[in-house]
């Protein structure tokens, strides 16, 4: 029985292991850069953020795709600025597309935003039409938030 027990358990760990990441891309589609706010549910470790050169298309927007993708020399490193011990910021430029949390089984986001003019508008949720932006979930915890001019 405890045999039993230990392989079941080892198993849904392998399991639990094994899950898809949380990835989350924004794509700046406008003429202009957009600074993004992140606050998080907890102090994280945050690195780099990879940023793209162009719109990467949807296709490319998961793990493995975004990988190669990146090792083609068609992305690069940014730094995050600090904003306090929970949140950072960072500036998008114009038709570039940034992955925000990389390879992360916990989504550690409390809200991610810009603003456009005074409105305050949320990455990854429907907002009003005064946000222009559209959002797609992909089946593999992939949600792409595109901003449009």
Request: with cysteine; charged share 25%.
């Amino acid at each position: 029985m405890k045999i039993n027990s230990l392989i079941i358990l080892a198993f849904s760990s392998l399991i639990i292991s094994c899950t898809p990441a949380h990835t989350l891309f924004v794509k700046n589609n406008t003429q202009e850069r957009i600074e993004f706010f992140v606050e998080l549910k907890e102090k994280v470790p945050i690195g780099d953020l990879v940023i793209c050169k162009e719109l990467v298309p949807d296709e490319k927007l998961d793990h493995k795709a975004f990988i190669e993708y990146d090792k083609e020399g068609k992305c690069y490193q940014q730094k995050i600025t600090a904003v306090s011990k929970t949140s950072y910021k960072f500036n998008l430029p114009e038709h570039y597309t940034v992955n925000i949390v990389p390879n992360n089984s916990v989504y550690p986001f409390h809200n991610i935003y810009y603003f456009t003019g005074d409105k305050k508008c949320f990455i990854n949720v429907e907002n009003g039409p005064e946000c222009k932006q559209k959002v797609n979930k992909l089946p593999s915890l992939v949600s792409i938030t595109e901003i449009l001019e």
